[in-house]
């Protein structure tokens, strides 16, 4: 089992930038597949990147592709997402997750889930 929680959340400009992390406990973590997911608000939960146990295999979505960079530092048990360029539309609670499943990183069922972190883009 391992816990989760994301950090690194704020108020920003649209065009600015915030690095989010996600840390998590155990001793295992560098089995994990870990996803990053939002919620803005009103809407369904939707994935936002993914990265693989060791980090070979990063997938994202089309909406962030060129502007979100996902990564992981397996010896801090730690996974960040990059974002640059952010705009407006990008305002969600942005959520980590983790699954030892294996499958396409963008339709894997994840396990367990972080509280969120609030990202607001002002225009």
């Known amino acids: 089992q391992v816990q989760l929680v994301e950090s690194g959340g704020g108020l920003v400009q649209a065009g600015g930038s915030l690095r989010l992390s996600c840390a998590a406990s155990g001793r295992t973590f560098g089995v994990y597949n870990m996803g990053w997911f939002r919620q803005p608000p009103g809407k369904e939960r939707e994935f936002v990147a993914a990265i693989n146990w060791n980090g070979g295999t990063r997938y994202y979505a089309d909406s962030v592709k060129g502007r979100f960079t996902i990564s992981r530092d397996n010896a801090k048990n730690t996974v960040y997402l990059q974002m640059n360029s952010l705009e407006p539309e990008d305002t969600a609670v942005y959520y980590c997750?983790?699954?030892?499943?294996?499958?396409?990183?963008?339709?894997?069922?994840?396990?367990?889930w972080g509280q969120g972190t609030q990202v607001t883009v002002s225009s």
């Open positions: 997750a983790a699954t030892r499943r294996i499958g396409p990183l963008q339709s894997l069922n994840y396990d367990y």
